[in-house]
């Protein structure tokens, strides 16, 4: 199973960006989608998740301010990012938790991908 995140880059404090990410591979279903994010010299800390049945949960410092979202047919998670501040930069993660396989479930992640917010 393979996570394929796109949508990081540069933007400036108050923009907008928007991840994606695509789950690709042999398997029956993914239980949870979220993004998890890393900022230097800081401990990867949870942005958003989703189950499959459409039960969200955030992080504190970013409710009100990023929406995630799933299309279960598309196997992938976005992740809508508003009002983006500095505290923001980050190598954001996406992960994919109880994925069933053929011989059993496990967890997976996607490769990182940077966002920067600065003017």
């Known amino acids: 199973v393979q996570l394929q995140a796109s949508g990081g880059g540069l933007v400036q404090p108050g923009g907008s960006l928007r991840l994606s990410c695509v789950a690709s591979?042999?398997?029956?279903?993914?239980?949870?989608m979220g993004w998890y994010r890393q900022a230097p010299g800081k401990q990867r800390e949870l942005v958003a998740e989703?189950?499959?049945?459409?039960?969200?949960n955030y992080g504190d410092s970013v409710k009100g301010r990023f929406t995630i979202s799933r299309d279960n047919a598309k196997n992938t998670v976005y992740l809508q990012m508003n009002s983006l501040k500095p505290e923001d930069t980050a190598v954001y993660y996406c992960?994919?938790?109880?994925?069933?396989?053929?011989?059993?479930?496990?967890?997976?992640w996607g490769q990182g991908t940077l966002v920067t917010v600065s003017s």
């Open positions: 992960n994919a938790d109880g994925v069933i396989l053929p011989l059993g479930k496990s967890d997976y």
């Open positions: 591979g042999m398997f029956f279903s993914i239980n949870g």
């Open positions: 989703v189950r499959v049945g459409g039960r969200t």
